[in-house]
């Protein structure tokens, strides 16, 4: 397929789509570091969101986040459906592609439940997990389901950490200056996401496990079940650094992160930039041997 299957209006509401995401990791994780430092329950998605909207400019903003979570939605859906990234038609591009379908669905979700915040429901992050388990649970095989579902979410937030080890994310962003300084941070962020999506999966395969709706629970839960633990203050603190880290990576994305099939090859990633680089310590080690 030619690179002019990407439709114009793809790429800005790509990039609407991780400013918006961006913007709801800053504000849970800015919250969950102020819990690790004063104290206080650590705030879910939802529960942040809630924050925000007591500000008198936060009710449009919550709009304004809806729209751009729905963006985040389109861009995954139309990503996955015409293969915008070149995942291809194997048995990784199938499963890559699967992922996107299913995050975008899930930011779907999450948008609808912003504009309900926003429209003055206030039902917590965590009872909406609850609730959810529940009903699923009522299913027939519904114990079955949610282990699943559990056990899927946990091999996601397995793969955010993969992905930033083997430092994956750096396909697709552009490099620059600015990419290269943020790395380390971005990296930081992915693999603290990863920590705290294992954990909701966790929840969510004990819940199935024990037929318990309430063991079920979102990051919320996660950032109180890391402060449960010894030095929990500062364990919390730094899910809590992580998590802006990950907001951070959103932010890259949106700003730097490059369409495949809507973009000049001959663009530079951080992956094309570090593949140089190692080439050319090799070369050098080589001279030094002969």
Known sequence: MSKDLAPGWVVPVMRLGYSARGIVYIVVGGLALLAAWKGGDAEGTQGALAQLKAQPWGTPLLFLIAAGLFAYTVWR???????????????????????????????????????????????????????????????????????????????AGLYYGYKAIAEKYKEHIRCTATTEKLDPAIKAGLIAHGVVIVLIGTFLYYAGQSTDPGQAGGIGQAFETVRAQPYGRILLGLLALGTLGFALYCFVEAIYRVVPRATDDEITTLATRAKAKARGEMHRAAAQVH
């Open 77 to 155: 859906l139309i990503c996955a459906w015409m293969d915008l990234e070149d995942r291809g038609h194997g048995v990784k591009g199938v499963i890559a592609r699967t992922g996107q379908t299913v995050t975008g669905l899930i930011h779907a979700a999450l948008s609808f439940s912003v504009v309900r915040l926003a429209l003055g429901d206030s039902s917590g992050e965590g009872g909406g997990t609850e609730s959810l388990t529940s009903k699923v649970l009522a299913m027939e095989n519904g114990k079955l389901i949610v282990m699943v579902i559990g056990g899927i979410t946990i091999c």
